[in-house]
């Protein structure tokens, strides 16, 4: 479905054999002209005859040709006609086509200097997974790919491209990615859907100062004014387990006050209150009062409950359904948004959902009345999946925007995924990873475009505003 995330090659291969909704394009292998190699603005061949070749722009110390340009913005507005998707006027088309190759050739240029280098043998490899991939063999998917028009050779070095990209934001990028165990829990607690509940094992450091419940008044007092001390100063930025290994009264004051992982109902009370307004690393404001004493609690972190009971955090799949309508196709922001309201009463009036979809939206879905079917947390964009999991059952939402265009969502029911609680924070590991992983790749690719020399050689071509 067009909504739903990608792994980076299957959408290489989508970009050459999509069938409805176009994929994002892949890079093509364009070779710059070598640095100090004496050529101007313009490669002259007059000997020979050939086309004089401009320069379209400068990137660092190569170049991208007007050819080049020509070529890869050709190639895209014939594999739109073809799938019968409206093709952006050429000033417009040709404008994104060199920005984007703009940033591809920066980044080539990085994995240059990084020393990364896809050989012949992994190129291979890939276009045989790519064919089976597509149920066929080499030669077939060969055919395949020039049918569409596409060189064969233009495909293996567009596949060598995407690999070289693909292992430079392995090393600059996803390596350096870390999903802890408290981001693990809140992700699954998050994607339950607004009525589910909870059930972590919490990480407490504290500070006791002992005033049982029968000690005489004034020394609850005392004990209170040394406690709201100690408070003021941990809030005040001293390290804690110091202060908890110089003044707590607790068993665990030699550890700097770390109770470990327990669950709450191991905890008093007042401490699982605590925890549910308090992030990891916050002291909680308030001094509590318990039946030894005055406390001073941090929480430390959460995870899931190490149990198997029903209340452990579970994944939870959802069935959902939507209805898009593109933006850009004919149809401007403010219209797709009204259409969509418009919508919405309707089915409010008790309209046919399904109907609608089968009518109007502008997904793979629509044959199927816009039903998505089951999905698992991360299958879905973020704005998509955040809409989505704020819905009771049956609930349509509101217009909700994404890169696609916008949707009304309805949630159709939810269900447990199958698998233990270690198997399904694997899994939600993964999908929060893969999120940070695109933030930070796109901040670094803004630093990586911002601290190149790029010059646009063409009239009228400007780089992207971001």
């Known amino acids: 479905m067009g909504m739903m995330n ?186 339950r859907g607004p009525n589910a509940g909870q059930q972590n094992d919490l990480r407490f450091e504290r500070i006791l100062i002992k005033a ?32 908890a290994k110089s003044n707590s009264q607790a068993p665990e004051a030699k550890a700097g006050g770390d109770m470990g992982f327990l669950p709450p109902e191991k905890l008093p009370a007042e401490f699982v209150t605590a925890a549910s307004m308090l992030r990891p690393g916050e002291v909680s404001p308030s001094v509590i009062r318990t039946n030894d004493g ?19 955090p579970k994944l939870v799949q959802t069935h959902v359904r939507h209805i898009l309508l593109r933006v850009g196709e004919g149809t401007s922001e403010p219209e797709a948004r009204q259409k969509l309201l418009e919508i919405k009463r309707e089915l409010q009036a008790g309209g046919d959902f399904e109907k609608f979809a089968r009518s109007y939206s502008q997904d793979g879905s629509a044959s199927q009345g816009g039903d998505l079917g089951w999905v698992s947390p991360g299958e879905t964009v973020p704005e998509f999946e955040r809409a989505m999991n704020t819905l009771q059952d049956g609930q349509v939402s509101d217009p909700v925007r994404t890169e696609y265009g916008y949707h009304l969502i309805q949630v159709l029911g939810r269900r447990d995924a199958e698998g233990s609680v270690s198997q399904q924070m694997d899994i939600a590991r993964q999908a929060i990873g893969q999120r940070k992983a695109e933030r930070a790749y796109a901040d670094w690719l803004r630093e990586l475009r911002d601290s190149a020399y790029v010059d646009y050689k063409i009239s009228g071509m400007t780089p992207p505003q971001h």
């Not at 061949?45 to 170049?63: C, F, L």
């Not at 004034?218 to 202060?243: H, V």
């Open 6 to 191: 990608k792994l980076r090659l299957s959408a290489f291969a989508a970009t050459f054999l999509a069938a409805a909704v176009l994929a994002p394009v892949a890079p093509a292998q364009a070779q710059a002209l070598p640095a100090g190699s004496g050529q101007s603005s313009t490669s002259h061949a007059a000997d020979s005859g050939q086309m004089v070749d401009t320069i379209a722009a400068v990137v660092n110390n190569g170049v991208i040709t007007q050819r080049e340009l020509d070529e890869r913005a050709e190639m895209i507005a014939r594999r739109l006609t073809q799938q019968k998707a409206p093709v952006p006027p050429t000033d417009q088309l040709r404008s994104q086509v060199l920005n984007q190759m703009v940033i591809e050739r920066i980044q080539l240029q990085k994995a240059k200097e990084d020393g990364i280098v896809v050989d012949d043998t992994a190129v291979q490899r890939t276009l045989e997974r790519l064919a089976q991939v597509n149920g066929m063999d080499l030669a077939t998917y060969r055919s395949r790919i020039e049918a569409a028009g596409v060189p064969w050779s233009t495909f293996m070095n567009d596949a060598r491209t995407e690999l070289t990209l693909s292992k430079l934001r392995e090393r600059e990028v996803d390596s350096k990615i870390s999903v802890s165990d408290a981001e693990v829990v809140n992700y699954i607690a998050s994607q």
């Open 212 to 243: 049982p419940l029968n000690a005489s008044q004034t020394d609850i007092e005392a004990a209170q004014a040394k406690a709201n001390a100690l408070l003021k100063e941990a809030l005040g930025g001293s390290k804690f387990t110091s202060l």
């Open 294 to 312: 005055f406390e001073i609690i941090r929480l430390v972190d959460r995870r899931a409950g190490r149990g198997t009971s029903a209340d452990a």
